[in-house]
């Protein structure tokens, strides 16, 4: 079976109220917000408008450790991204699924890391939404 490359819901919360329970949610599964990065100010600094988007970069330090101790590679995958933005007046969360991460790394042996970090991800974005 297939798993999609992201999870992605709409939230009734406004974009600001969305990247704080994003940030919040993550705190409270045991995963730290690394950056917050603001790519609507980016563009908008070089000239280019769009709508708000944030990408949040989360990591919890003992998968990352685990993960990393497999194929080092893996880190062109880390932190585990979050977005949080607003297309067409209706704002979303979106997270890329760390399942696919075995897709890519299939000789890494991660997949049982990959499904608990994958339901931990999926967890914060449905309480954050």
Sequence with gaps: MKVEFDYTVETKKSFDEAVSAVEAKSKEKGFG???????????ASKGFDR????????????????????????????????????????????????????DFYPKANIKSIADEVDRFILSIVDEAR
Excluded: W
């Excluded at 917000?33 to 563009?43: E, G, M, Y």
């Excluded at 990352?64 to 101790?69: I, M």
């Design 51 to 102: 709508e708000p988007l944030k990408i949040i970069e989360i990591c919890n330090p003992k998968y990352a450790t685990e993960v990393l101790n497999k194929d080092i590679k893996i880190s062109l995958m880390l932190p585990c991204p979050i977005s949080v933005y607003v297309q067409n007046g209706k704002t979303y969360i979106s997270a890329l699924r760390p399942r696919v991460i075995t």
């Design 33 to 43: 917000v690394l950056h917050t990065h603001d790519v609507k100010a980016a563009l």
